[in-house]
């Protein structure tokens, strides 16, 4: 039978360091997945687990197994996500994507599905860039991963109203973005 | 009849109950339109990772973790080191002041035993053994920085070289490049201070440099390196020290 992650996590605060690793196997994959989602970049989504799995080494101690331990990461990794955005915010000034919108949506649409697909798939992307780094994570566990709203406040250490304020945002962000190709839907 | 916001339409198709929502033909097709456009919001495509990814993963990760441990037994090591530390050095001063004062004896001869100006002497003397440990420890930190100098500077800049072991040398040897600058300078060795004010800029660019770094980056580094001629000063420092430090130990024994 498989080892539970709550043993492995047992082993490798005793020092166990093969225990550690076939955590980090285990769940790497998945956390790429919600880093990249949060981060729309490859490189970054990789850093983020790194340091999310370095800051769970360091914590280790802290897991009490209330939670499962891929919920646990995952907020590890959310908030490793979130400090970089962060940061890359405090450095750069922030990427105005309304140029890339408009010209994404002036382009004349397609009849073809494909290349309406992609181009939806491009104004989706460009709604994400547009949204706050709470926004777009809110949004993401959300939407696409499904977790409950009382655990992304925890995640984002924000109260469940201001959680559902949060996403109604970046819904609203996303429908604009949207609008070109939803709105003369007939 | 009060309608249902348009947060809390959102919030009905995520799943959340509003009994409104039963009874309002209209609330309930504000709805369906958000739902068309939500129902089409897939996921963006993430790129899968190739079936290396887990072990690459934890390629990298091991050596942070080996560098995490190493750093726990360092700080365990500092706390008994600087106990040790400071039990051998005062035991190699007060070995020092024996000998050196009875090298000196004969000036002393004609002055009472304890005089001010031999207490004085004593002083001086243990300051300078201290003075002359300090040396020989500032020089090892010089060699152990020369060598991660050498080392970053005879890469290639490539993309995504690996120079996690030089950047967890530089951590450790950052902190310690304050502490000796400042006591060089309050022991007035100038040369000395003066280029562990050059180093630690360096020092600190190679701690804070990703484990992976791009080839800019690297090359940023040599060109830091090269343009304040450091690993020459440090090889000129170095051999001065030694000279002054080999000339004071043997002094003893003659
Ligand atoms: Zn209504």
Known sequence: METTDLELVERARGGDDDAFRLLVERHSRGIYRTAYRITSNSADADDVVQETFLRAYRSLHTYDGRASFTTWAHRIAVNCALDLLDSRKRREARHDSSDDLSELVSQDASPERVVLGAQMQRAIAAALQAMSGNERTAFVLRHFEGVPLEEIGAILGIKTNATKNTIFRAVTKLRERLQPFTGSAS | ?254
């Open chain 2, 1 to 254: 009849m009060n309608h249902v916001t348009q947060e809390e339409i959102v919030m009905a198709y995520y799943g959340e109950r509003f009994a409104h929502l039963d009874d309002c033909e209209e609330c309930r097709t504000e709805l369906a339109r958000i739902a068309a456009v939500l129902d089409r919001v897939d996921a963006p495509e993430v790129p899968e990772p190739d079936a290396d990814y887990e072990s690459r993963v934890w390629q990298r990760l091991e050596w942070r973790l080996r560098g995490e441990k190493k750093r726990e037994r360092r700080r365990e090591w500092i706390r008994w080191g600087a106990v040790a530390a400071v039990v051998a050095l005062a035991f190699v001063a007060g070995l020092f002041w024996q000998r050196e004062n009875r090298a000196v004896a004969p000036q002393s001869v004609s002055k009472p035993a304890q005089s001010p100006n031999q207490i004085v002497s004593q002083q001086q003397n243990q300051q300078r053994q201290r003075d002359r440990i300090l040396l020989v420890v500032i020089n090892e930190h010089f060699d152990d920085s020369e060598r991660i100098l050498v080392e970053l500077s005879n890469l290639k800049p490539e993309e995504g070289l690996d120079i996690g072991p030089e950047r967890a040398r530089a951590e450790g040897l950052l902190a310690s490049n304050r502490l000796y600058r400042r006591s060089a300078e309050d022991r007035g060795e100038e040369n000395v201070a003066t280029l562990l004010d050059d180093l630690e800029p360096v020092l600190m660019q190679i701690a804070h440099a990703p484990s992976q770094v791009s080839a800019n980056e690297l090359r940023a580094i040599q060109k830091r390196v090269e343009a304040k001629g450091l690993v020459l000063k440090l090889r000129v420092v170095r051999a001065n020290v030694r000279g002054k430090t080999a000339a004071s130990y043997q002094q003893p024994n003659v």
